[in-house]
């Protein structure tokens, strides 16, 4: 080292600020499996809230998870009625929770413990159970079953602080199984008729597009879960099925576009 010359130490380097393991303004879809299953919307929940998955999964399935919204929301692991088909059996947002007359006292009171103050939860006494498959929610609006009981309408609307519409997608009554929204889009059964994502679009108040999960898959909700700012899919989801959920739920940088519209066509004409 020439005369005169400082000394270097490593500890002369300035250290980069450590990268956060989730930024709401980057965050993607991110593919996961559920042990062998790409159902992953039949093995979670999640809202802009909180975030439920079931127990007795693989760690791998709960780092996924943990990596994408550790520090942003709770991940609340979980069974209902003795099931970890949680997705299917509960639908909730930013305001509640509702969950079958089947759920038990004691997972109901680990919900209560576990989940952030002022989500309200509450127990439903329904003949179609599986509220998951009846009920799709965001923060504003919620489309139920045709069939569903006027007091668990009622119920839903209370507790969710929602407006209610009876719908069905595609002919579907299954709303929670053949679509999934967000407060930023909808993802909807592949053969939606135009006129009807028209008219979905009209009552969410959000941009409506009709796809797949899983490569090829129109049972969008038990594919796919998202919020206002993550989505998870299955691991079979293709890279248009991904570009189209990021394009419409409006994650990262991505928009609704043309693009998205074009790959949308794609998708369906493949299915034609």
Not at 10 to 19: G, N
Not at 104 to 121: C, F, K, M, W, Y
Not at 145 to 153: C, I, V
Not at 200 to 216: D, E, F, I, S, Y
Request: net charge negative; hydrophobic share 40%; charged share 20%.
């Amino acid at each position: 080292r020439p005369a005169g010359d400082k000394a270097f130490h490593c500890w002369d380097v300035p250290v980069p600020a450590p990268r956060p393991r989730c930024s709401r303004a980057t965050a993607m879809c991110t593919r996961a499996a559920f042990e062998h299953s790409n159902e992953i919307g039949v093995f979670s929940k999640l809202t802009n809230k909180y975030c439920l998955v079931g127990i007795g999964g693989s760690e791998n399935f709960y780092s996924v998870f943990e990596a994408e919204l550790g520090g942003h929301v709770p991940i609340v692991h979980t069974s209902i009625a003795g099931c970890r088909i949680i997705g299917r059996l509960c639908c909730g947002n930013k305001n509640g929770l509702l969950v079958p007359m089947t759920t038990t006292d004691q997972e109901l009171s680990h919900l209560r413990n576990a989940l952030p103050e002022g989500v309200v939860i509450q127990r439903v006494e329904e003949r179609l159970s599986a509220l998951g498959n009846c009920i799709v929610t965001n923060d504003h609006v919620a489309f139920v079953h045709t069939d569903l009981d006027r007091e668990t309408e009622e119920i839903a609307a209370d507790v969710l602080g929602v407006e209610v519409f009876r719908q069905t997608i595609a002919g579907n009554v299954l709303v929670g199984s053949y679509c999934s929204v967000s407060n930023q889009g909808a993802l909807v059964h592949p053969k939606t008729p135009m006129e009807d994502q028209e008219e979905l679009a009209q009552l969410l108040q959000v941009p409506v597009v009709a796809g797949t999960v899983n490569r090829g898959s129109d049972v969008i909700g038990g594919g796919l879960v998202v919020n206002d700012w993550c989505a998870f899919t299955g691991v079979d989801t293709t890279a248009t099925e991904v570009q189209v959920i990021e394009s419409v739920f409006k994650l990262g940088d991505a928009q609704p576009s043309a693009v998205a519209g074009a790959m949308r066509d794609v998708l369906i004409d493949q299915l034609a």
